[in-house]
């Protein structure tokens, strides 16, 4: 059978094809985990209407890091939990996890986060990123969650919403690992047209032009036969990121931490590239959350 060319991420067409493939394609957690994920009915401001899911391990560290862990469009916050590493990684270390709900729509798909709208694209505007905003708050509040070892991570729609956060607030969050994602705002009016890295990094400065602190690092994950969203939508990540560290977009180390994985690092560690040979839209797979986790620093107390 003839594969399908990959469609550029200028407009909502390729978010259409996420239908068949966001369902089911992500690596499955091994074992059980103690704990149980809550739905947490009132967690403060919560502007984009969404639901926050709540997983706390039995063995919480006295002060722990926070995970915001999203999925992709079409899919739902408990299945993401069942089928994903993170949860038993939380059980392992200690750590917080956040699991959001989307509930956004967009030509026939579901449950997807916003981050096309002004309200999403800026500091303080609003939408999801303020109610997630909101969540991590929470659990600073009732949990003691360490408020400088906040992360987001997430797949396709969650992906594009870990970039958004890292934009938007910077204050909030210190790193995000991107499992097929794009640059942030690429399905915005700036869209996905070709840009120079300055251009694309000015995208991320004008999110919160009053930010004056250090910007938080991207881990970016993508699949070299991925048909939903094209693989070249991992360099201009690449390009938009170092831009803003302010780092060159030559990596400073290419090394294969596991057979069809390719991992460029820039600068100093601000930006890290994984190229997965012969993956499709069906991240991550297993073992990666654990190199996430590790890149967060959320595997050492």
């Not at 939990?81 to 956040?98: I, K, N, Q």
């Not at 938007?168 to 705002?185: E, I, L, M």
């Not at 400073?252 to 069809?260: F, K, M, W």
Request: charged content about 15%; proline content about 8%; glycine content about 14%.
């Amino acid at each position: 059978m003839r594969r399908h060319r990959p469609v550029p991420i200028g407009s909502w067409t390729v978010i259409a094809a996420v239908i068949t493939v966001l369902a089911g394609c992500v690596a499955t957690a091994p074992g059980t985990t103690a704990a149980t994920l809550t739905r947490i009915g009132d967690f403060g401001a919560n502007p984009g209407g969404i639901e926050m899911h709540l997983y706390v391990p039995a063995g919480v560290a006295a002060r722990p890091g926070v995970l915001v862990v999203m999925h992709g469009c079409n899919g739902r916050a408990a299945d993401f939990h069942r089928r994903t590493e993170f949860a038993s990684l939380a059980d392992e270390h200690g750590f917080v996890v956040v699991y959001p709900q989307g509930n956004k729509s967009a030509n026939g798909l579901t449950n997807c986060f916003d981050v096309w709208s002004d309200e999403a694209l800026r500091h303080g505007g609003g939408g999801d990123p303020g109610s997630i905003v909101s969540m991590v708050d929470y659990v600073v509040r009732r949990h003691g969650g360490d408020p400088a070892r906040v992360f987001a991570t997430g797949f396709s729609s969650g992906a594009m919403q870990t970039v958004n956060l890292l934009a938007t607030y910077p204050d909030v969050f210190q790193a995000g690992a991107a499992f097929a994602g794009v640059p942030f705002g690429c399905l915005g009016p700036p869209g996905c047209s070709d840009r120079s890295p300055r251009e694309w990094g000015d995208l991320v400065r004008d999110a919160h032009p009053g930010h004056q602190g250090p910007r938080p690092r991207l881990m970016t994950w993508h699949g070299t036969v991925d048909d939903v969203l094209e693989f070249g939508l991992l360099e201009k990540q690449v390009e938009q990121w170092t831009d803003v560290h302010g780092v060159s977009p030559t990596p400073t180390s290419t090394t294969t931490p596991a057979p069809g994985w390719t991992l460029r690092r820039y600068g100093s560690g601000q930006v890290e590239a994984y190229t997965v040979t012969d993956a499709g839209h069906d991240l991550p797979h297993p073992g990666m959350a654990a190199h996430a986790i590790h890149f967060f620093g959320l595997d050492r107390k």
